[in-house]
């Protein structure tokens, strides 16, 4: 018989539920769950409890309200809170508590379950929930909790039931204070955490290592993550296992290509398959990465190399051709039979079964061990012996609000790019634990054409304050991925870019990348197909195009601009001597031989790649080239250049001779390479860097070619040195400025935003139809210069035009009214966190005026057809869909930040569901035409939008399993609980 002790509960409630007191935990918590429409009773829940000696269900029920009205708080209102979920929870939880009891009764010691003395009714008990990771696994499987995409479900669920117990007990015992600390933790921004369990420890974002009895198996697989294990001094795992998610966060966690190469030939596993790479994952995710590795190692099919097709007719009236399929087979790995390797001879690939289970076996010398992996949505469990030993949820997630750190820490850089000239971001290769793989900026006229981006880039550009359009063409050579890893990145970092390679290349890129990410990544980016053997203008300068000798596709390049040339050799074997024997056994053709010989060495400035032949060019045959030559080239692909290296000699002796005149270049924006250009052509640079930063100011985006240069002529240089006070908050609007280097702080009441060279200020003082007091205090953070235009002149100019000064008023006036929301509300959420100041202004300009709605008002009805999204400025809304007993059922609750009406947008179908005010809701609308803008120009936003509606597609479809079944819950109160939901007054 169960005996609950009320005298305490008397003491602390007497505490708690004075009204009067100025912070009431208790009543804190209540008003929380109120807003949630979760409403939740202590009074009557804990009366009632201490007198219902007997009833477990009672304390179930209440401790699984309060463990979902946590978890929504902390998943930030994205669970249904339903009946039908409850009564799941409570189940569960009310099984817990009746096991434990039943093993008390037979005289088992049982966990949450301890002894209390009650001074006039003898003994009871005190019950504490499961949070085991069985006990979480049956909430999980509650189809409305499985459904939701929750950030690192299983550890807000562990935390949310440990948070309940100590509710509760916090409650019984009379500890104010403990009441507080969880009323505290529950409106904290606590970060959230992957839920490991066992032998699993964090190795870098989102990948995991198990140590199992076969070896280590990697959970997660992000670029360049063997580097990582030799930095940790630790071995290159055999065993990976691909997440749920292969594409998330901006990052592919299924580049298997680097760690099959480490095993396959620096341990040799073509000699002993034993040490071969497994990848373990569901039968899609494998085939996926299959599409992926052999884009890699094989190249595209004969059916899809159209390489004679891009060579330029003028190069094939002289006889240039290239067979790339005897040029691919006479450099590829050949096996034991001395064939060309098969994607199998590289790794094992193990898939889940129909259970989710997968089972890996190895041999170490004694006895076959064997591990079983279990996947059950997501949560990789792993089992030696027949005992589990470890666990770690692999979902990732991050469609929650995000603090947006106030300001962004970006280094006081005044860098000018050159006129003409390069900067290198990477000189190293794939197995450089230390190095950057390579990858560098060709400057001209100041704006930049990035080849090969590393993985680094964009964070390292946007460190320096370089902004995304000064740099937003780029050149990819070929798709192993210490090449081609950084460019998803660069092309989902904000406007669409120019992509410029050759078809072959672009469609294999494209064929990788689908495979990787899920998206159609074509989408994204512009592609401008280069010629074989033709001159076209790029920036300002003419390149040719030229393939070199690789195992896969690879173009290199010259070019020239303003008298000066610079060329790329990109991955290659050069050597003389085999080009000759190639040449005689019919692989390349003489015009080919003679390409491969002298492309390159005429430019001003050679950039030429080196590795291990037979696919890579050998130090000794760069330091065979004349010094005349070796003194123009610097080196890349390579970690560092020995003093000596061994010669053959014509009579076949081997001799150790000194290199010389070889280096590896700097990198660095600091670190640049200027090639020398005419005062004139400095001059014009100087004047088109200028053109464009005023040209691209978003304000000025649809003005007249007319007016925009009238404007030109008219904005002055202004120099500032640091901590000068541009702009003082209150004064006269009468300069607009644009940075041209340098960078500063705008300050006002509640934020802090730094702006960089490309961003404009002060925009209050083109408005031609009111006079505005500045709004904020700008501060030089840096010596900057600033492009200035003051009131008087530029509304003289823009005046002349009576469409473009309204459009601009228009604008500025839709800036005013919404930025504040954007900042403040948006910034703070998935979709959102990384616009720049344009994308800020840009949404701004694009959002309707707000509408309101009272609560219980339906904004949008499931089955209808209309074009708009919206965002939630106040307030909250539940997503409702009817099941087919004809009864609303709720599906999601979305708050403050969030969006609605996307899937119908995006996909064109009906309304998927009802919208409904949960309360007094406040909403800004984003009409279709303005939405199809946005993720046009801001590809940042476009992915996210894209794998939003993935996920929430992916549950809907989860949670029809609840509309097709009847509702389990009863609309009657359960016996003992009338009050459960409600306060006195609300009966």
């Not at 004075?18 to 912070?23: A, C, G, L, P």
């Not at 008390?104 to 019950?127: A, D, I």
Request: charged share 25%; net charge negative; hydrophobic share 35%.
């Amino acid at each position: 018989e169960i005996k609950i002790n009320a005298e305490p509960m008397e003491k602390v409630f007497t505490k708690l539920f004075d009204e009067s007191t100025q912070e009431n935990p208790k009543r804190k918590l209540e008003k929380s769950f109120e807003n949630l429409k979760w409403s939740t009773n202590f009074d009557s829940v804990v009366h009632n409890l201490l007198k219902s000696e007997e009833d477990l269900s009672l304390y179930s029920e209440f401790a699984g309200r309060v463990f979902l009205g946590f978890l929504a708080i902390k998943s930030h209102l994205h669970l249904p809170l339903t009946e039908t979920t409850l009564d799941g929870v409570h189940e569960i939880i009310l099984e817990d508590l009746q096991k434990k009891l039943n093993s008390k009764s037979e005289g088992k010691k049982e966990e949450g379950l301890e002894e209390e003395v009650l001074p006039e009714e003898g003994k009871g008990f005190r019950f504490t929930i499961s949070t085991d990771l069985d006990f979480l696994l049956r909430i999980y499987d509650i189809p409305s909790v499985s459904a939701i995409a929750i950030e690192n479900a299983f550890f807000q669920m562990h935390s949310c039931l440990t948070k309940t117990n100590e509710l509760i007990i916090s409650l019984r015992s009379g500890s104010m204070e403990k009441v507080q600390q969880v009323t505290e933790w529950l409106f904290s921004d606590t970060p959230t955490e992957t839920y490991l369990v066992g032998n699993v420890r964090t190795k870098e974002k989102q990948t995991f290592i198990y140590e199992s009895c076969v070896g280590a198996i990697q959970i997660g697989i992000p670029p360049e993550t063997i580097k990582t294990s030799m930095r940790n001094r630790e071995d290159v795992p055999q065993y990976y296992l691909l997440p749920p998610q292969l594409f998330a966060e901006e990052v592919n966690f299924g580049e298997i290509e680097f760690p099959i190469f480490f095993n396959f030939f620096i341990k040799q596993a073509f000699k002993n398959p034993d040490n071969k790479v497994s990848v373990i994952g569901d039968s899609a995710h494998l085939n996926r990465v299959k599409i992926v590795f052999k884009e890699s190692i094989f190249g595209p099919d004969s059916n899809q190399m159209y390489v004679n097709d891009e060579i330029s007719e003028e190069k094939k009236r002289m006889g240039y051709t290239i067979n790339m399929e005897k040029e691919r087979d006479a450099l590829a790995h050949k096996n034991k039979y001395g064939t060309p390797s098969k994607l199998e001879e590289f790794a094992n690939f193990v898939p889940f079964d129909a259970d989710g289970t997968a089972i890996l076996r190895k041999n170490d010398g004694e006895k076959e061990r064997e591990v079983k992996i279990v996947n059950r949505a997501g949560l990789i469990r792993f089992q030696e012996d027949g005992e589990w030993k470890a666990a770690v949820d692999t979902n990732i997630y991050s469609i929650s609000p995000q603090k947006k750190k106030r300001g962004e820490t970006l280094a006081d850089c005044t860098f000018e790019p050159p006129t003409f000239g390069v900067t290198f971001l990477g000189t190293s290769h794939g197995f450089d634990k230390n190095g950057n793989t390579t990858g560098f900026i060709i400057w001209i006229n100041g704006r930049g054409i990035v080849v090969d981006p590393p993985v680094q880039t964009t964070e390292y550009l946007h460190s320096r304050g370089i902004k995304t359009s000064f740099v937003n063409k780029v050149i990819l050579t070929h798709c192993h991925s210490d090449h081609d890893s950084g460019l998803i990145r660069k092309i989902i970092e904000g406007e669409k870019i120019e992509l410029y390679t050759s078809k072959t290349i672009h469609d294999s890129y494209v064929r990788k990348m689908n495979a990787s990410t899920g998206l159609n990544i074509m989408d994204y980016f512009h592609f401008i197909p280069v010629p074989i053997g033709a001159e076209i203008p790029i920036a300002g300068a003419i390149f040719e195009f030229d393939y070199s000798f690789h195992t896969i596709p690879t173009i290199r390049f010259k070019l020239s601009y303003a008298g000066q040339s610079i060329a790329y050799s990109c991955d290659t074997l050069y050597d003389p001597k085999l080009y000759s024997e190639y040449r005689l056994n019919g692989v390349i053709s003489a015009e080919r031989e003679m390409s491969l010989r002298m492309f390159l060495f005429g430019a001003d400035l050679i950039i030429h790649e080196s590795g291990v032949p037979p696919i890579h060019t050998s130090i000794a045959n760069l330091n065979d080239l004349p010094t005349t030559i070796k003194k123009k080239m610097v080196v890349v692909h390579c970690s560092q250049i020995p003093d000596t290296v061994e010669k053959t000699l014509p009579n076949g002796q081997i001799i150790t001779v000194p290199v010389t005149d070889l280096r590896i270049p700097e990198c660095g924006l600091e670190k640049s390479i200027h090639l020398p250009v005419t005062p004139f052509e400095e001059g014009y640079s100087l004047a088109s860097r200028r053109f464009k930063l005023i040209s691209d100011v978003f304000l000025f985006r649809k003005v007249s070619p007319t007016t925009l240069y009238s404007l030109y002529t008219d904005f002055r240089l202004t120099k500032v040195r640091v901590g000068s006070v541009i702009i003082r908050e209150g004064g006269k609007s009468d300069s607009f400025f644009i940075i041209e280097s340098g960078q500063v702080d705008v300050k006002d009441t509640d934020t802090l935003t730094t702006l960089k060279s490309g961003d404009a200020f002060g925009e209050n003082a083109l408005r031609t139809t009111r006079h505005l007091p500045r709004a904020a205090n700008v501060i030089a953070k840096t010596d900057c210069h600033l492009l200035e235009i003051n009131t008087e002149t530029f509304r003289s100019i823009i005046q002349r035009d009576e469409l473009q000064e309204a459009r601009i008023e228009y604008d500025i006036a839709k800036i005013t009214r919404n930025r504040d929301f954007v900042r403040e509300v948006l910034l703070n959420t998935y979709l959102f966190k990384d616009l720049n100041p344009e994308q800020i202004n840009a949404i701004a300009t694009m959002l309707e005026e707000e509408k309101s709605f009272p609560k219980g008002t339906v904004l949008i009805k499931e089955g209808e057809r209309d074009a708009s999204l919206f965002l939630i400025k106040e307030g909250s809304v539940r997503l409702e869909r009817i099941a087919e007993d004809g009864q609303p059922r709720v599906m999601l609750t979305l708050g403050v930040g969030q969006i609605f009406g996307e899937i119908s947008l995006i996909t064109g179908l009906p309304r998927t569901a009802s919208v409904v005010a949960n309360e007094n809701t406040v909403v800004m609308e984003l009409r279709k035409q303005s939405f199809k803008r946005l993720i046009n120009l801001h590809q940042n936003f476009r992915v996210k939008v894209a794998l939003l509606v993935e996920q929430r597609l992916r549950e809907a479809i989860k949670l029809d399993t609840e509309l097709k079944s009847p509702v389990q819950f009863s609309p009657a109160p359960r016996k003992g609980s009338a009050n459960l939901g409600s306060s006195p007054s609300q009966q």
